[in-house]
Structure formats: structure tokens, C-alpha cells
């Protein structure tokens, strides 16, 4: 009996941590990013992304561009992967890519003031400093250690793309609109969670109703943990309607545009709106409140559809569409078994630990807050109250920092991503320099909260900085001489 006690505890943790996701955070991060990433991929050219953040542009203008542009999306590593593979698809070199990937979970502006206000200034300058060094240094070693497969893969892009010259503004317009749906959808600002209206529905049961949610899928919000309300409830139901659809819709769509496809879109609509609004369940029925929210996913939702009536031809709706779906087939899967785990796993870490492992600025206790990083996992802004519980846990600040910049890196859903993306060996050589620079952060920014000065710790930052560019320096020299040799010898 215990056994299986314990069993459905687990079943339960993950169910419920999917449950909560799938009701929170999928629909206005990641549905407008998957709609990005496939628009991306389908209309814009090559050359439009390799200006700026192509192989052989110069390092000081793709890594820096990457950053910055990571930097502007307040949104989880869950959210940005889909625009990782929509520009790395399209010809952006594997380093600036990853530099883009690493940086704009970790160190995005929202945040960055978030971290600031709730824990300290100092925590938000080094994760910004330090995720801003280690992100571009990660993307260069990635870029030198797989040169060759990055040189490979811009060729294939060439290829595939390389007919297409000329950015159309239409397109240009229509994926900025995107992106202001996507950061209409998440950025946390008075103007748009302020209320603006309200309605009441008279549907009796409706508290009850979500009483019973939460004890189905019981939370404990000191930990994180979200439950799942009335108006989640409705969201997976439409969820689960868009995959329905889209199966005989989006999947077909290079046969026609059926009603199955207009209806998946209506859908995606739906919901857009539907989680925009604020929905408060009371003893005498439904009361929605419109928010500022509702109104700019609205707005953005009517002028995307405008621009595609009047700006898209019917090869350009069909591969718009096509290649969002086949980023939602590549990569919802994954990230649905992604969080399941972690909602299972979470369950047998105990709060303990985290005094025990991380209490102090050392080699293991920094290991511990990536460790706690991958396995932990909590959505953007949630990680920062999240590392606060962990503070007054007994946390050192030092690991603290690590686990800030490992949160958003290497969630146990993003690593099944990306790997499905660029391919196992590249994603663990990732992993793994995400894991040793997230250490060295915590290690520095530690030793600096113990009492090092400040010039100490720039000391240790250059050292390490230089040996990794020493190191690499070498690697990229012997793979020339050793090519030269064995040319030499043929001869």
C-alpha cells in the first residue's frame, strides 16, 4: 500500500505540473512563438538573418545582435527554443544561435528587474554581467567545436533558401506584429494587467467547480507550485480541440485549406483571448474582467489577420502554416514529457537539501544549484521568488547564481528539445559548458559575497576568460596544421 501511495504521489506530482503548465503559461508564450518560428522559417530570406547573425558575419556584430535580441523577450527557455530553431533553421550561425538561447532566458530585461526588486541589485548586475559573458563565450566555443557541421548546415541552408533574396516589408511587418502579440501576452506592466471592464455570467457551481480543481490537482504555492483554475480548465479543453483540428487541418494543409483548418485557427484565436481575460469564479457565477491584456492580444490578432488577407498569397499562408506545424510536432511532444518529469521529480526533492548542499560558495554547493536548476524547473519570473524560498532556506548566494542562470538553460524539457533540434552530441557539449560556466558564476559572485574585492574577483574573471581563449586559440591553430601535415604528406 505504500508503494503505491508513494506511486500516485509521483503520478499526481507530474500530471498536476503539466496540468498547471499546459493552464499557465503555454498559451501566450508559446503558441505565438511557435506562429514566429514558422514564419521565420517559411518567409523570411536567408540573407535577412545572416546579415546579422550569420557564420561568417563578424563576431562583434552576430553575438552582441544575439544578446540583444534575447534580451527584449521576457519569456521562458520553453518559448524561446521554437525561435532558436526558427533562426537557426534559416541560416544563423550555431554560435550566435546559441548565444540567443542562452542569454534571453537567463538575463532578458523583465527578469532582470524582477531578480533586482525582489532579491538584490548586485544578484541582477552579475546574472546580467556574468550570463552576458558565458553566453557569448558558450556560443563561440560552440561555433569552434562543431565548425565544421556549422559550415555544413550553411550550405544545406543555401540550398534550401538560398532562391529567396529580398525581404518583403509585408513580411517584415507581419512578424513584428508577432512578436508585439508575444509581448502583449507576457509582459507583466499595469497598462495591461490593469481592468477595464467586466461581465458577470450567471452559471451557478462555478466556485464549486474550482474548489474541486484544486483539490485534483492540490499546489503548494510557497514551492512554486501552481494549481489549476476554472479558467485553466477551459484552456487545456481548447488545447486539446487545436490538436484535434489541427491534425486534419494543419497537417493536410498542402492539400487545401479545409474547414478543419480555419476552424484550428479560430481555435488558436479562441484561446488567445480567452487567456488574455481574468476569470474570477464566485457563489453566483462567472465574473470576467477584460483586461489591458485582452484588448492588445485583441488588437494584434485583428492587424496580423488584416496583413495576411490582404498581404499573403496562398503559397505563403501554406508555408507560413506548415512550418509552424511542424515545429509544434517536433517540440510540444518533448516538452509535454519534459514537464511531467520534472513535476515527478520535483517530488522527491526535499527542501532540506538545499541547506545541506548549497548552504555555502562551494565547488559542490554551486553544482547542487545547477543540479536544482535542471530539476526544478519553474517558468520565467516564477524562478525568481522560487530562489528567494530557496534564500531564506539557507541558500548561499553563490549557488543561488547558479541556479538563476541554470534554471532557464537546462530544464530537463529544453534539453529534450534542443537535442531534437541540433542533435544529441551538440546538445550535451552545451549542457555541458552551460553546467561548468553556470559554476564558475556562482563560484565568482560568491567569493565576492564572502568578502573578496572586487578587483580579486575582475582577477578571476580574466583568468578564466583568458585559459578558455587561450585553449580555444590552440584548438582552432592545430585543426589548420594538422590539415596542412596530412596535405603535405599526400604530396
Request: contains cysteine; hydrophobic residues 55%; proline residues 4%.
Amino acid at each position: 500500500m505504500e508503494i503505491t501511495a508513494f506511486l500516485l504521489k509521483l503520478l499526481y506530482g507530474g500530471l498536476g505540473n503539466l496540468a498547471a503548465y499546459l493552464a499557465a503559461h503555454v498559451l501566450l508564450c508559446l503558441l505565438p512563438a511557435f506562429f514566429i518560428a514558422g514564419g521565420m522559417a517559411a518567409l523570411i530570406p536567408k540573407e535577412a538573418i545572416t546579415r546579422f547573425l550569420g557564420r561568417r558575419t563578424p563576431k562583434y556584430i552576430s553575438y552582441p545582435m544575439a544578446a540583444a535580441a534575447g534580451s527584449l523577450l521576457a519569456v521562458c527557455s520553453c518559448t524561446i527554443v521554437p525561435l532558436f530553431a526558427g533562426i537557426h533553421k534559416k541560416g544563423a550561425g550555431l554560435g550566435p544561435a546559441i548565444t540567443f538561447l542562452f542569454f534571453a532566458p537567463a538575463a532578458n530585461i523583465l527578469a532582470l528587474a524582477y531578480t533586482g526588486v525582489a532579491i538584490g541589485a548586485d544578484l541582477a548586475f552579475a546574472r546580467l554581467f556574468l550570463s552576458l559573458a558565458f553566453g557569448i563565450g558558450i556560443g563561440m566555443i560552440m561555433a569552434l567545436i562543431f565548425r565544421r557541421s556549422d559550415a555544413q548546415h550553411d550550405e544545406e541552408t543555401d540550398a534550401t533558401f538560398g532562391g529567396k533574396r529580398a525581404m518583403r516589408r509585408s513580411m517584415t511587418l507581419f512578424l513584428l506584429l508577432m512578436a508585439a502579440l508575444l509581448i502583449a501576452g507576457t509582459l507583466k506592466v499595469n497598462l495591461l494587467t490593469a481592468s477595464y471592464g467586466q461581465i458577470d455570467l450567471p452559471l451557478a457551481g462555478m466556485d464549486r467547480f474550482q474548489d474541486w480543481l484544486f483539490r485534483l490537482v492540490p499546489y503548494d504555492a510557497a514551492k512554486g507550485e501552481e494549481g489549476v483554475t476554472a479558467q485553466g480548465a477551459v484552456l487545456i479543453v481548447l488545447l486539446a480541440l487545436i490538436g484535434i483540428s489541427a491534425w486534419r487541418g494543419l497537417e493536410k494543409v498542402y492539400e487545401g485549406f479545409n474547414a478543419w483548418l480555419w476552424g484550428t485557427l479560430g481555435l488558436v484565436v479562441l484561446t488567445l483571448l480567452v487567456a488574455a481575460v481574468r476569470i474570477n469564479p464566485h457563489t453566483a457565477g462567472l465574473q470576467i474582467e477584460f483586461t489591458g491584456r485582452f484588448l492588445a492580444v485583441a488588437l494584434m490578432l485583428l492587424a496580423v489577420a488584416l496583413v495576411v488577407r490582404l498581404r499573403f498569397t496562398p503559397d505563403d499562408l501554406r508555408d507560413w502554416l506548415w512550418e509552424s506545424w511542424r515545429f509544434i510536432k517536433q517540440i510540444f511532444p518533448l516538452l509535454i514529457v519534459g514537464v511531467f518529469a520534472v513535476g515527478v521529480i520535483r517530488q522527491l526533492i526535499q527542501p532540506q537539501w538545499i541547506e545541506t548542499l548549497a548552504g555555502q560558495n562551494t565547488l559542490l554547493g554551486n553544482l547542487a544549484g545547477v543540479v536544482f536548476g535542471v530539476f526544478m524547473y519553474f517558468p520565467t519570473l516564477v524562478e525568481v521568488p522560487i530562489a528567494n524560498m530557496f534564500l531564506s532556506l539557507g541558500m548561499h548566494r553563490g549557488p543561488l547564481l547558479a541556479y538563476l542562470i541554470a534554471d532557464p538553460e537546462l530544464s530537463l524539457q529544453s534539453i529534450l528539445i534542443v537535442s531534437a533540434i541540433i542533435g544529441r552530441l551538440k546538445t550535451w557539449v552545451y549542457v555541458g559548458w552551460v553546467a561548468l560556466f553556470s559554476t564558475l558564476a556562482g563560484l565568482i559572485y560568491g567569493a565576492w559575497v564572502d568578502g573578496a574585492s572586487l578587483g580579486l574577483i575582475a582577477v578571476y574573471i580574466v583568468l578564466v576568460l583568458g585559459i578558455l581563449a587561450g585553449a580555444l586559440w590552440l584548438v582552432g591553430r592545430s585543426k589548420p596544421l594538422a590539415h596542412a601535415h596530412r596535405a603535405a604528406e599526400s604530396d
